[in-house]
């Protein structure tokens, strides 16, 4: 008895530190668990050995049911195969293998939630006894993406308790999800008073979990940029998996703590002419809606109020400049915050010419003149004269002045770091002296008309006085007299019959000079028109034609044979005759009607002649 009880003690030791359990011969191996998705298929294998024959083996499944209790779904023996009824998995398993190589296979099809339990495989034999092996299977369902939501309204810096940031949500995973919350890529414990992490588990109808999480958080002034999202991690045939949802801003409400006042337009520098637009706006959030913009005066703090946060000065001089405030008025506390800002016009004022508007100088002297511009910023000035740049500088010095310089001076103040600003002024130098005729190219003229216009233009100054004369001493009336900078221009037009001289005479308190222009007339050759010849004389013209022409023909035969005997121009022989027949003995008849007006000009026997050999006598017909 002690015996066999010694021996039991030893199988129980045996069997303890084995992961199979053994009775005589039998062993037995399965694993400890088994994973699959839901809706897939399982298979747990049961690996045994046994000294026994296949007819001496039973083999049976079980599984453990919600109580606790071994619920059998499978027998096999060497006989017969039987799937037990009204269970679970009645049509959902299937058994292989026969017990011959000792392994045999519980298929599950179709998984489900339920279905996550132990399962037992019990093999007996006739000789070697009972053996018993255990398998959990787990069951995993994919969750849906998360889903994130944030707050669709400011959450205040000032409110006591934490304020809700956002929920996050997943649907539908086996086992329990779990969520987390980041920000700023910082996971977000609970903290009292200051974050609260509040999650909810919901289980669906189909077993399923689906979770909720909500973030609570005292929320500062620095939260107003962070990014808030949720990470889920799910477990997965064998491991976890994670993902996570797109990331959310809050909106912070704070006081404001500073006040900015700035230019908005123009960038940069300011001249007078331009318009100013200020802009005001504290740092809080929202922005004060009491805001407000003013100029400080010097010694006068209240000066005028703009009631906007956008204040425009338009076509700004150099008094605009000075200190601008803008007061921000917090609607929760009524406390005012103020900022300043400096705004300067830089100012170019109008240029300044010394001597003022005319200077006199004598003929080969020097003069000098000054131009300046009070302006906030370094200037530069050029000298213009007929639009051409003559000096560089504030100060213009001319030495030796001639006629060619006078004239009018144009001095160009500007401010180099500014375009656009720019001021003018002017000066008038006169060059006293003697008159002075500036000649033309020509004072020779050859004119066909009747009536020549004569040009005189004379420097000098004081301005000369123009006289205008001809040959025979007679004065001429000006037709026109204009002054120019540097003297006189005149006209006069001449009627002219003849050849004629005509004078130019200048003279002022320094002197006399003169220009003669020599006119010659030329008179056109021009030839008596014939007179026209009314149509309805026309039959009278055609009869009178023909008649001449046969009184030619009549006169040219006489001629010709005259010619041949010799009788005409005192000499004798068909040589002579012929020497000068083209020269000599043509006889041209010219013939004009009122429909042509064009001569035919006809020689000996009718023939037409070239303008060359018309050398004869001419007959006008007319009417």
Avoid at 311 to 334: A, E, K, P
Avoid at 467 to 494: C, H, K, N, P, Y
Avoid at 510 to 526: M, P, Q, R, S, V
Wanted: glycine content about 8%.
């Amino acid at each position: 008895m002690a015996v066999r009880t010694a021996s039991f003690l030893l199988f129980g030791l045996f069997a303890t530190f084995h992961t199979w359990g053994a009775w005589a011969n039998m062993e037995m191996n399965m694993e400890d668990r088994v994973e699959v998705y839901k809706g897939d298929t399982a298979q747990i294998t049961c690996m045994f050995t046994s000294s026994e024959g296949i007819g001496g083996t039973i083999i049976q499944w079980f599984y453990v049911t919600g109580t606790g209790e071994k619920q059998k779904i499978y027998y096999q023996d060497s006989m017969s195969q039987i799937v037990d009824r009204a269970t679970q998995f009645t049509e959902r398993i299937s058994v292989n293998g026969t017990g011959a190589p000792g392994r045999v296979v519980l298929t599950i099809r179709d998984v489900q939630l339920a279905d996550e339990t132990e399962f037992i495989c019990l093999i007996k034999g006739l000789t070697d006894g009972a053996s018993e092996g255990r398998t959990k299977l787990k069951v995993f369902g994919t969750p849906d993406l998360p889903t994130i939501e944030g707050v669709q309204t400011g959450i205040s810096v000032s409110e006591v308790s934490p304020s809700k940031i956002g929920t996050c949500e997943v649907k539908n995973g086996f086992p329990k999800p779990n969520i987390t919350w980041y920000r700023n890529n910082t996971p977000l414990q609970s903290v009292p008073d200051e974050v609260e992490v509040v999650p909810s588990v919901t289980s669906e109808s189909s077993g399923l979990f689906s979770v909720t999480s909500e973030l609570n958080l005292k929320v500062v002034k620095e939260d107003k940029n962070d990014e808030f999202y949720c990470e889920v991690s799910y477990f997965v045939p064998g491991g976890t998996r994670m993902t996570e949802t797109h990331r959310i801003n809050i909106t912070v409400f704070y006081p404001p703590t500073a006040v900015n006042v700035w230019v908005e337009s123009p960038k940069g520098d300011i001249k007078e002419g331009d318009s100013i637009e200020l802009h005001c706006k504290d740092n809080g959030n929202p922005p004060s809606s009491i805001i407000s913009i003013k100029r400080l005066e010097e010694n006068d703090i209240d000066g005028q109020s703009h009631e906007s946060d956008v204040l425009v000065l338009n076509n700004v001089t150099s008094r605009d400049s000075g200190v601008y405030q803008c007061t921000s008025i917090d609607s929760d506390t009524f406390e005012p915050m103020y900022g300043n800002i400096s705004v300067f016009v830089h100012f170019l004022h109008a240029a300044v010419v010394t001597p003022q508007d005319t200077i006199v100088v004598a003929h080969g002297e020097e003069f000098t003149a000054t131009c300046n511009a009070l302006s906030s910023l370094k200037t530069q000035a050029v000298w213009l004269k007929d639009g051409e740049v003559v000096f560089k500088g504030h100060t213009l010095t001319v030495k030796d002045a001639t006629f060619d310089k006078a004239g009018m001076y144009v001095c160009v103040v500007t401010v180099p770091e500014i375009e656009e600003m720019e001021t003018r002024g002017s000066i008038l130098v006169n060059v006293k002296g003697p008159p002075e005729i500036l000649k033309p190219d020509n004072t020779e003229i050859e004119s066909y008309d009747t009536t020549v216009d004569l040009s005189c233009r004379v420097r000098g100054f004081p301005a000369p006085k123009i006289i205008w004369s001809t040959s025979d001493g007679q004065d001429l009336e000006m037709a026109s007299e204009m002054m120019t900078e540097d003297g006189l221009q005149s006209r006069v037009s001449i009627q002219v019959t003849s050849d004629i001289t005509a004078s130019c005479n200048a003279s002022n308190d320094h002197g006399t000079d003169a220009l003669t222009f020599n006119i010659k007339t030329l008179k056109a050759e021009t030839a008596i028109p014939p007179k026209k010849i009314r149509k309805e004389g026309s039959g009278v013209i055609i009869a009178v034609i023909i008649i001449c022409i046969l009184l030619l023909a009549i006169l040219g035969s006489v001629l010709y044979f005259l010619y041949k005997k010799g009788k005409i121009c005192g000499r004798s022989g068909k040589q002579d005759l012929t020497k000068d027949k083209s020269n000599k003995d043509n006889i041209v008849v010219e013939m004009k009607s009122d429909n042509t007006e064009e001569a035919v000009l006809l020689g000996v026997n009718g023939e037409k002649q070239s303008p060359n050999e018309q050398g004869g006598a001419y007959l006008d017909v007319q009417k």
